[in-house]
């Protein structure tokens, strides 16, 4: 089955303590991305990668990082949580060419204390 | 820069009752637009696409270049049309999707 897939689904951490966002899709997808959702403030963009060892930063990048090693696999990368990144992470991924629809993962509901 | 704007936080409206839910855009060039749905608790999915001219669990979308806009509609609602709904913009070349900031549809009984 094609499909985008998010690990983990829930996740409470500490201030601090590095983690990461695992996100792997099995479309053979160029793209790949990063989203947070916030209330009041919809999908916002955190980074993309257009290919494999090519990513850039979208909208909200400041406190995170990412990697593009194999085409299959994006992961986030938050080396210090702070509670300001409390929020859902989508990640999505989609064909390089005009008219194809991103594909999301079902999301990682993170909780910084 | 390309920007995608959904003026509506929250619309309510009765069950069979028409919906309109509008998206704005900015861009200079020929964009791809999309409608995307977040039911509760689900992942986002594609809903439509202005190039398909397709019409989905009855919602149609129409591309007016004129007035930049590509508003979602539906003739009459039905409870499980409530959902969280994105409008969605790529440019001709090879960028990813943007997002605008979603319009939470609530349809009442």
């Known amino acids: 089955e094609a499909q985008v897939t998010q690990n983990p689904r829930y996740l409470i951490t500490v201030t601090g303590k590095k983690l990461t966002v695992t996100c792997s899709q099995n479309?053979?997808?160029?793209?790949m991305s990063w989203y947070r959702q916030d209330p009041g403030l919809g999908l916002r963009q955190i980074y993309y990668?257009?290919?494999?060892?090519?990513?850039d930063k979208g909208d909200v990048p400041e406190g995170y990082k990412v990697s593009r090693k194999e085409k299959r696999n994006f992961p986030l990368i938050l080396e210090s949580p702070s509670p300001n990144q409390t929020s859902l992470y989508f990640c999505?991924?989609?064909?390089?060419?005009?008219?194809?629809?991103?594909?999301f993962g079902q999301g990682t509901r993170l909780t910084v204390v | 820069a390309q920007r995608v704007t959904q003026p509506e936080k929250l619309l309510s409206v009765f069950k069979g009752a028409p919906v309109e839910l509008k998206c704005n855009y900015s861009y200079s060039g020929s964009p791809e637009l999309f409608w995307y749905v977040q039911y509760s608790r689900q992942r986002l999915q594609l809903l439509l696409r202005h190039i398909s001219r397709e019409s989905i669990k009855g919602f149609t979308a129409d591309l007016n270049k004129g007035e930049t806009s590509f508003h979602l509609k539906k003739p009459f609602a039905q409870e499980e049309d409530s959902a969280m709904y994105y409008c969605?913009?790529?440019?001709?070349?090879?960028?990813?999707?943007?997002f605008g900031k979603g319009t939470r549809l609530s349809v009442i009984a």
């Open positions: 990668s257009m290919n494999v060892e090519v990513t």
């Open positions: 479309m053979n997808h160029e793209y």
């Open positions: 999505a991924s989609s064909l390089s060419y005009r008219g194809t629809e991103a594909f």
């Open positions: 969605a913009l790529r440019d001709a070349g090879n960028t990813p999707l943007v």
